[in-house]
């Protein structure tokens, strides 16, 4: 049972639904080894339930998480954190390993940890209220997942700007640099983040899981289309896309994941 996160998943497995992973260990959802191993195990149920279309995670209406838990890391000596530090990497990246969309929705802070795992998702949704920042370096640390993603999402040159001073960035800021996605006001994250996840309730999920791997295969990302691509037309939903597309155009429903 976890005690820092919450998964609701669809009801039924054989109707296609949203799921919300919420972080939720009050007052500041401060990320700890714990944590980013409970939402990790999350994020593979999701990933293997057959009726999951796409993936919200949220904090709570005032904080998305207010960043690394310090207490923990403070007690680690180079051989503790040597052991953990795979494990807490490989946490932290969870989100793109999820075959179905995934979208962030944050509101308050989103710092350290926090944003390292925000990064992974597809899609940002952030309040007007935001403080975003990967500030591990105030502490004498580095990201130990999110620096990699955070120069291929914005740059290197704003990556460095972001992880050498850590400073906080605002929502506007954000936007423009291309760290988040939309921007709404604080009271509206969650409902933005369920309309942007409803659209693929209709999609084709193993397309979507294609398209998905291709964007995570990197530098790898030519030849893993090419596996991807081919590996579709043994799916019952190429037959009936292309077939519906040919006598309708494109809008087909029904897809299965089959």
């Known amino acids: 049972m976890a005690e820092f996160v ?12 949203v799921a919300v992973l919420r ?9 700890d080894a714990q944590l980013a191993r409970e939402v990790a195990a ?12 796409a993936l919200i995670v949220y904090g709570d209406e005032r904080v998305f998480s207010a960043g690394d838990d310090m207490a923990e890391l403070a007690a680690l000596d180079a051989g503790q954190a040597a052991a953990l530090a ?10 793109a390993r999820v075959p179905q969309p995934t979208v962030a929705a944050i509101t308050g802070y989103c710092l350290g940890g926090g944003l390292e795992l925000a990064l992974g998702a597809d899609h940002r949704i952030v309040g007007d209220n935001v ?3 990967l500030n591990q370096i105030k502490a004498g640390l580095i990201p130990l997942s999110g620096i990699r993603r955070l120069s291929l999402l914005i740059g290197s040159a704003a990556a460095k700007d972001l992880v050498y001073t850590g400073r906080f960035v605002g929502a506007d800021e954000a936007l423009r640099l291309g760290l988040v996605d939309e921007v709404v006001a604080p009271d509206d994250v969650l409902s933005a983040a369920r309309a942007w996840a409803a ?12 398209a998905k791997a291709v964007f995570e295969a990197g530098p790898h990302g030519h030849s893993r289309a090419v596996a991807e691509w081919s ?3 043994d799916t019952e939903d190429v ?3 292309t077939l519906g597309y040919l006598a309708q155009g494109p809008g087909i429903e029904g897809f299965t994941g089959r």
């Not at 972080?23 to 990320?31: E, G, K, S």
């Not at 999350?42 to 279309?53: K, M, Q």
């Open 6 to 17: 919450t998964l609701d998943l669809p009801a039924d497995a054989t109707t296609r639904g």
């Open 23 to 31: 972080v939720d260990r009050p007052p500041l959802n401060l990320v």
């Open 42 to 53: 999350a994020a593979e149920r999701v990933a293997a339930h057959p009726g999951v279309s």
């Open 86 to 95: 795979a494990d807490l990497q490989s946490a932290l990246g969870c989100l």
């Open 131 to 133: 403080k975003l920042g």
């Open 199 to 210: 659209q693929f309730v209709t999609a084709a999920p193993r397309a979507l899981a294609a």
């Open 231 to 233: 590996a579709l037309f």
């Open 239 to 241: 037959r009936r896309g």
